[in-house]
Every structure is written in C-alpha cells, then in structure tokens.
C-alpha cells in the first residue's frame, strides 16, 4: 500500500461527527413531557374504572368516572360540605402538632439515652401494637363525643412513627459528629441543636410523613 | 517542653464472647512542644485507637495520657481533630462549619471574621465560604477539616490518616499545603499513617508500630529541613529504613510486586482512525 492509497483519516471531521451522533442521542432521550408517564397511568385507570362501570351498570355499585366527577364538582360548592371539611382538617392539625409534641422529644431523649430507651422501649412496643378499633370505644368515654376522640386517635396513630423514625434519625448520626462536637468544646445544649437536631432530620421527615398518612387514615 | 506524655498505656477490647483483644500493650511515648510525631505501621495495629485514647474518644484500660501535666479524661478544646472522612457538618456551610469551634469557645466576635479569611487564605480556599462540604472535593474538604481544627490555636492537633481517601496526585499536593500551613503555624501534631513516604515528607519523628499487641518498636528522627525535598539522599534514606522496618513487622511475599514484562500491553498503533475516535 502506497502512502497515497491509505484512507485519509480527519480528526477534525470525525470529532464532529461524533459531537452530532451525541446531541442526536441526548435529543432521544430528553423527555419532552415529564407529566406524561403520570397522564397515562390516571387514564388507564380511568378507563378500567369506566370498563368496570360499564359492566355492573348500576349507580351504587359502581358509579361511573363522569357521575363521580360531578360529585365531586357539587359537593366541593356546598357549603356544608366545605364547613365539614375544614373540621375534618382541624382535627388533623391538631393531632399532628400533638404527635408532633409528643413524639420528637420521646424520640430524641430515647434515640439520646440507652438507658431511656431500655426503659420506654418495652412500653412503647406493647402499647403502638394494640389495634386502632380497640381504642374506639374507650376514646369515646374518655373524651366524650365531638373532637376528642378523633383528635386522640390521629395523635395516637401519629406519635409512633415519628417516636421510632426520630430514634433511628439519632442512631445514624456518625460517632465522629458528636467527637468532632467534643473536640471542638461544644456544650450539651449546642450538641443538641447543632449535630443531633440537623443530623437526624432526614429521619423525622419520614417519620412526619408516616404519621400525616396515618392520620388521614384514622379520621371518623 | 513536653507537651504530650503516654503512660503505660494498655488497651484490651472485651465482650462476653473474647476474654481480652489486646490492642496496645504497654506503649509509653513523649511528644515535644512544636513537634510533629508520626505513628507508623501496617492496619490493625493498633495506631488509630492510640490516637483516639489521646483524643479522649475511648479510656485506656491502663496507664494515663497527660497533656501539659494534666490527665486527659474527655475530648477537649485543647486536642483538636482531623478526620479520615473529614467530620465536617454537611448541614452547615463552609463558614458556620470553620466558625463554629470559634463560636464554641466564647472567641470574641470581632476576631472571627479576620481568623476566618485568614484561615482560608491558609488553606488556599478563598471565596468558597458560602459553599457546603459536599459541593466541594475531597481534597477541599479535607484542607477545611484542617484549619477547622486550627482555628482555636489548640495546644495540638490529632490527625488520623488525613489524605488516607484522596489519590496520590492529589495527596502529594496537600502535603505541600500541609507543610506550608505547619510552617506558618506551628503546632504539635501527632499524625497516624500507613504511608512509609508521607510519614517522612511530615514529620520530625516516626513512631514504628509492630502489628501483633501493639508495641512501639523504633523512635526514628527525620532531621531535615523544610520545605522537604523528595529527591535528597536523606530523604531516601530515611524512606528505605522506613520501609525495611515496616517489612519486618508485617513481612509480606518479597516477590509479589516483582514486574513481569511479558503481561505489558500491546503498543498502540497510533494510525489507526479508530483509536482517535474513542479518544475524542
């Protein structure tokens, strides 16, 4: 093969051809609706919804997507269904703040102290066990008929998650946070508000979203 | 001066299924005002527990560590630490994260803002204050784990393998810094390493540790001058002594590094269009 006969390589042109090939991949993959994988999982529910309404055909069983949407329509303008609603929303507000009150300084002394943790832990584990429905009856006794029951439930059904996620938030805070704190002269107090609060917040966020769950789930 | 002095120090970690891991055994060493100490030896011998008894981290099952004459019982304000993995609050930025020992100790707040540009024009870190550490790298944070230690001028600083997690580009080129902020500010350092070479590069004095029942087992000066040069004869003398000695210690397979020219790959045809394409 003579120098003349060799393919001509140019760096220049291939470098740009791969530039092209690579923005034409990223063009591929760039999602141009990031709403549409949640569009069509509602739309295939609906459509089963609509198939299973079609098939039972009878209002009570299985009201259709459209009857249902309409409901919701009229009830959202009626005032005595707003006024029931901003009840229901107290109640949860303040069961949560409750839970909230409770739970993150149980979490934080037991999450803190092995000793306290030896001693709340048992109490705590038989107590979170106990069945929602048993509490019904006795909740009604003790706080009479109105908000106190249900205010006590979604306090109740709150304050474990966030106990036992605060408790895990503080266990996985690193040993060397606390000797780097140590180190540095850092107060009991400082300890507290500086490593422990921050260090296990990841872990309450679950824990508060476990108990707002929870709370909804528990309103009568 | 003394400042530090380890007293018969015996360390035996127990729990109900051992009777008795003995991690260091009757170690006594003394460390000099202004000077930088290196501990020295193979994994598991027992160098970073040593240095967490100094910190006050864990308590010695015997002996005692005294600092300027006291017993240390706790961690203190007057050790600082450095961390393999930093220990720097990833909650907080840069600034709060170095000011925060400073606002511990009740330093006047007048003083912090000058302490605290100056610490970074030390660390060469100017102008990222307002970062937080994870958006910073490895070798960043770890030059602010260091001055974050300084900042309130401790009677000394307890450095466990600082560049144990950096690269070796990366690591030559933070203990020229090192040295640089040592330099400017002197302290008395105690530094554990498993790095024959860094330990010469840092420190005034090598503490060899032997693997088995942690004992000290040589005390080597390192009489050089600084800023150090690799390439002087001492220098590389003191590197083989050093190397020699931990080989003793922890005698590893003398042929296992030995080069095998037969396995080298291929040369690379450098005409071919295919290799420059996968290099653009």
Known sequence: MTPEMRPVFNADATREKIRNEIIAENAKRKVRFPRMYWLVTLGVIILIWQLAAMRFHNPILMPTPWSTAVGLFNAARNAEVLHDLSFTMKRIGIGFLLSCAIGLPLGFVMGYSRMALRFLDPIINSVRLIPMMAWVPLSIVWFGIGDGPSVFMITFVGVFPITLSTIAGVHEISPDFYHAARCMGASRWSIFRDVVVPGSLPGIMTGIRLALGNGWMSVI | ?280
């Open chain 2, 1 to 280: 001066m003394q400042r530090l002095f380890v007293e018969n120090i015996c360390k035996v970690y127990r729990n109900k299924k051992n009777d008795g891991h003995l991690v260091l055994k009757d170690i006594s060493f003394g460390v000099k005002t202004g000077e930088f100490v290196s501990l020295l030896g193979p994994s598991g011998c027992g160098k970073t527990t040593l240095l967490r008894l100094i910190a006050g981290f864990i308590q010695p099952t015997s002996g005692r560590v005294l600092v300027d004459g006291c017993q240390v019982s706790k961690p203190g304000p007057d050790r600082s630490f450095v961390f393999q993995t930093y220990g720097l609050f990833p909650w907080m930025t840069i600034k709060d994260n170095i000011l925060y020992p400073m606002r511990q100790q009740k330093m006047p707040e007048v003083e912090h803002r000058k302490r605290l540009q100056d610490l970074l024009a030390l660390a060469n870190l100017e102008g990222k204050e307002d970062l937080y550490p994870h958006q910073l790298s490895g070798g960043m944070q770890q030059r602010i784990g260091v001055i974050r230690a300084l900042s309130c001028r401790p009677k000394m600083l307890l450095m466990d393998e600082p560049l144990g997690a950096v690269d070796m580009q990366m690591r030559n080129k933070l203990q020229r810094e090192m040295e640089q902020i040592f330099m400017n500010d002197i302290t008395t350092v105690v530094m554990v390493t498993h790095d024959v070479d860094e330990a010469v590069f840092m420190s005034d004095r090598v503490l060899v540790m032997s693997e088995h029942a942690g004992q000290i087992v040589s005390d080597i000066q390192i009489p050089l001058q600084r800023p150090r040069n690799r390439s002087d004869k001492t220098y590389r003398e003191k590197v083989s002594q050093l190397t020699a000695l931990l080989q003793n210690v922890y005698p590893w397979p003398k042929d296992e590094f030995a080069k095998n020219d037969d396995n080298l790959p291929p040369e690379i045809e450098t005409n071919n269009p295919s290799y420059y394409c996968h290099s653009v």
